[in-house]
């Protein structure tokens, strides 16, 4: 008999109490796929030997003021996408399946979801980490790809895996973007042909930003007031957030001397469009 | 390339891609072990092909004035008893490492955790779920068991692992009693004689509970009264609560047609003392 007090030498004692399973890649996503998110099954399809997808448009990460009703649903198309990628399987549940009316579980990550999204959008993230801590539970994979564009999303989720010791490793991999910048997102299908152009915006204020900090702007102020400027000349937009902030934390930096992300989020019309990019310090 | 839609068949398919892995037995504790949890791994020995039992005084499942701090530790005297209940790992983490400085996720089961130990016990069930979803994620058990000293728990717990799909089976075993009735629990070394003696009145009135079901009584409150008459023989005790409910929501029944839990909770002094006993009808 042993006995073990770290919980790393635990998870490798598990793991070498596996055999040598198929290495499984999951891809959450809630259908609707575009670029982005064949992006991340052709990442999974190179490093594992199994690739899942799942298809669940998850009414807990929906405030009622939201979207869901009229989240553009496309399975068919869906399909033939993950084929076409080489997907093994595909996971699409029914909502009263999922969340039977029994159902009274959470999962909620406290300090990580106070901000940005999780402020404008007060049950989102709850909604968010339920759902993936029971795909994850039911896929059971190695490796779980989530997309940048989504960056709180993917630290939340993060520190989920981290704090339930969910035996998965999370992969963040590159915004997939528009010619012109606009990151793919499922809501663009959602714009008008006026508020595609004016969509733009969105990367280019962060574009602005990222500029200032590249030529030596360092308080965090400046950088936002830098990123907000652009948006102002268009009152067709309204600004939820623009922030410079810690990669990790997501706490707004008054002072950028390091790595920084920065976030920012507007409405055009009905439409909702989130985006960031990294500032990178002293390497360049 | 497959869709699946069910839940079910989508374990199926992720238990065949598994090759014949050992299977797990659980059997969370917080050390301080007596017959009661023996039993349990010995029904897990039974059972599996390897036993893994973990030692963990929890802080998140103690309130603020409760007995964290004078909880039994006897680490020595349960590793001895593990070995001869021929346990295969004992997972004894440190709190610093299944709790950084950084955690900050909680899982939350709702309406289950309203009632009885979770009205006098508020953050009690919180911890105990947040706890045992990630040691069950930790070790990966195909088994995990709970006796149904602590019913509520064991309830929670099936909703949890049911919510969040969780791949464990939950298995109930039978409370362990001493000669005298007394549900074995590592509070008890709290007792002093007196207190000792004084303390068999919680299975006692449970039992006349019980009784009067058996004898035709039906209405909840009566058996209710039943129960309570007993310990208001002694002033030296404090209830917390006695109750007639259903096995499953845990809500109290007005009228007892079916099986029963009756559930008991009173104070000797500082020490905090639950038990239970199910009332079957008809089978009689």
Chains 1, 2 share one sequence.
Not at 36 to 62: T, W, Y
Request: glycine share 6%.
């Amino acid at each position: 008999m042993r006995v073990i007090q770290s919980l790393r030498r635990l998870q490798v004692w598990r793991c070498r109490m596996g055999q040598q399973n198929p290495r499984i890649g999951f891809v959450p996503t809630m259908g609707a796929l575009h670029e982005g998110h064949l992006s991340l099954m052709r990442r999974a399809r190179k490093e594992c030997d199994l690739v899942v997808v799942s298809i669940f448009v998850n009414p807990l990460q929906f405030g009622p003021a939201e979207d869901l009703g009229r989240y553009p649903r496309t399975f068919q198309a869906d399909r033939k996408a993950c084929e076409q990628a080489g997907v093994d399987l595909i996971f699409f549940p029914q909502v009263k399946d999922l969340y039977p009316s029994t159902f009274q579980t959470s999962v909620v990550v406290k300090q990580l979801t106070q901000r940005w999204e999780g402020e404008i959008r007060p049950t989102h993230f709850q909604g968010v980490t339920t759902v993936v801590t029971k795909l994850l539970n039911l896929v059971g994979p190695h490796r779980a790809y989530f997309g940048q564009k989504d960056y709180q999303q993917y630290i939340v989720i993060k520190q989920l895996v981290e704090d339930l010791s969910l035996p998965v490793t999370i992969i963040r991999c590159p915004t997939v973007r528009e010619a012109d910048g606009l990151a793919m997102s499922s809501r663009n299908r959602y714009l008008g042909a006026t508020e595609r152009e004016l969509a733009t915006v969105l990367y280019r204020a962060l574009s602005a930003g990222k500029k200032a900090i590249t030529d030596g702007v360092r308080s965090g102020k400046k950088i936002q007031q830098n990123m907000m400027r652009l948006c102002k000349k268009h009152p067709e937009l309204s600004i939820d957030y623009f922030t410079v902030c810690h990669p990790l934390t997501l706490e707004p930096l008054t002072r950028v001397d390091r790595e920084a992300v920065l976030l920012g989020a507007l409405r055009i019309g009905k439409v909702r469009l989130i985006d960031n990019i990294f500032a990178f310090l002293g390497s360049a």
